[in-house]
């Protein structure tokens, strides 16, 4: 999608904050003894009460509003009976519909108390998307993105999940520019555009190189199996840089 009305821009922002505001929310819940299905009403309850849907569900038909991947679970965690647990490491993952418009984000946390290792892989998943975020500007390689990110990771001895890519979104949950790769790529030649909309989610892990997928259709699993966590934008590029739309406030 490319922006191109001031109603485009605040349609969008307004479904990015109300994916965020969801992230949050179910973030606060987050303690030893919730399920994840728990967890998933509260994130359904902020969509709902906002007038958005679920897109997971709207789309794919994916038995849940949210998804909710905990410790080996790299992504498209179902939610369900599973109880979190004290040390779990959770990942977030929100997105949502309203007005014909699309947003997405996500978040990783650990429920306390946590292992320094995993405390650091969480900073530091934090700022793989920010180094990406800084490299969005109207007429940029997207390639930028992933070499940013690849040189992040390699300095602090880090892998990426280098299957789960991002991809472009606003009219439908996945559209153009599809595959947006977080790690160097040198296959991708594509420019950025003014207006253009997609996310930024790298996963970054303590060895993982790849998701699988398990004994359902939708959860993926590291290869080797490691810790790795998920921070994501939905984003518009500009030529001033990057305007954030998946903010809670």
Known sequence: MIVETEEDLERLKDIGRICAIAVKTMAEALEPGITTRELDQIGRKVLEDSGARSAPELCYQFPGATCISVNEEVAHGIPGDRVIRAGDLVNIDVSGEKLGYFGDTGSSFIVPPAKPKLDRLLRDGKRALWVGLNQVRTGRPLADIGNAIGAFAKKNRYTLITNLASHGVGR??????????????????????????FTIEPFLSLGGMWAEDGDDPWTL?????????????????????????????
């Open 172 to 197: 439908s949950l996945h559209e153009e520019p599809t595959e947006l790769s977080t790690w160097p790529d040198p296959d991708e030649t594509r420019i950025m555009e003014e207006g253009l909309v």
């Open 221 to 249: 699993y590291s290869e080797p199996n490691a810790p790795t966590v998920q921070f994501e934008h939905t984003i518009v590029v500009t030529k001033n840089g990057p305007v954030v739309l998946t903010l809670a406030e």
